[in-house]
């Protein structure tokens, strides 16, 4: 069974960075996407950043273009997700996502991490 295991987060002021990252423990699958969600109190969960494993190809969401990246370690099946100019609003859960093959099976799956607490403080 896959888990997708997460790190980083915290706690910061408005204007700082904070990092993120997240890889698969136990067997290995080949990514074909991950990328990152978050979960505001009160908001419904949604889309930050993805990355494709094929290409590098990345994509956000509009409030955090230009100050999110996101990056990957293709040894390691690990992404992160580098949080600069941080602002209150960022506020949020953290999950992990990742789209995941396994040729051994030939079976993809989609997966999520525990989640991380991202707290900006005003």
């Known amino acids: 069974q896959v888990q997708l295991v997460e790190s980083g987060g915290g706690l910061v002021q408005a204007g700082g960075s904070l990092g993120l990252s997240c890889g698969p423990s136990?067997?290995?699958?080949?990514?074909?996407?991950m990328g990152w969600y978050r979960q505001a109190p009160g908001k419904e969960r949604e889309f930050v950043a993805t990355?494709?494993?094929?290409?590098?190809?990345?994509r956000y969401v509009d409030s955090v273009k230009g100050r999110f990246t996101i990056s990957r370690n293709n040894a390691r099946n690990t992404v992160y997700l580098q949080m600069n100019s941080l602002k209150p609003e960022d506020t949020a859960i953290y999950y992990c996502?990742?789209?995941?093959?396994?040729?051994?099976?030939?079976?993809?799956?989609?997966?999520w991490g525990q989640g991380t607490q991202v707290t900006v403080s005003s």
């Open positions: 136990g067997r290995t699958f080949r990514p074909v996407t």
């Open positions: 990355m494709n494993w094929s290409d590098g190809s990345t």
């Open positions: 996502h990742a789209d995941l093959y396994d040729p051994t099976r030939d079976f993809r799956g989609a997966y």
